[in-house]
């Protein structure tokens, strides 16, 4: 071989070989946000509590053990029974299925109409806006609780029912956020610009109004 040459076969070329990228993702997130970390974990946990129930709890969630009655925390029953023979441990387990069903729905249901009347009602703006604005009151007025028990009174008793009474109320109340960022919204220069050309109302309120006040729609639906 000449000596101005190189034999290329015999250099072996090492590359370092470092973690995946979601191992480094998980790493860098646990050391700029460890409390947000804390908290998505809690809530992953939640989550597969609640969708894996029927395998993860020892019993049903209504089974009846006859002669159990109030027993105490043991290693049959980790958290004790209740007055009927119940396995706590088994229905805390479940309950957190329809915690999760109930918060999952009431939250879209709320999103959703916080979403179509707040953005309607800083749109419009005169005399819809408020009339709207004073049933928002009127309804801001009345304590939670006590609303949504008189409205359960009225409808019956059942899941749906507090799904859909709590998703209606979270949604008027929060309205007013969105109606706020609307105001602001239609004064910018994109907007006037599509009234001008002659883009029609659902257009301008679907392309350019709703994608701007999707920030604030996420995180009334995470609250």
Known sequence: MDKGTTDMSSEVVVEPKGRSKPAE??????????????????????????????????????????????????AKYWLGTDNLGRDMLSRVIFGARVSM????AAATIATLLTAF??????????????????????VMCIPGLI?????IAMLGPGLWQVIVVSGVRWGITGSRIIRG????????????????????TPRILTRH???????????RFSI
């Open 181 to 200: 960022a609307v105001i602001g919204i239609k004064e910018n220069v994109y907007v006037q610009a599509a009234e001008a050309i002659g883009c029609s």
């Open 101 to 104: 069903i109930v918060g999952l």
């Open 25 to 74: 993702f998980f790493i860098r997130l646990v050391k700029e946000k460890p409390l947000g970390t804390v908290g998505a974990v809690i809530t992953l946990l939640l989550l597969l509590t609640g969708i894996f129930a029927d395998f993860l709890a020892p019993d049903g969630m209504n089974q009846i053990h006859v002669g159990d009655f109030l027993v105490p925390p043991s």
């Open 147 to 151: 609303l949504l028990m008189v409205l």
């Open 209 to 219: 109004i709703l994608p701007n006040v999707m920030a604030p729609l996420i995180v």
């Open 117 to 138: 009347i707040g953005i309607l009602s800083g749109y419009f703006g005169g005399k819809f806006d408020l009339i709207v604005q004073r049933f928002v009151d009127a």
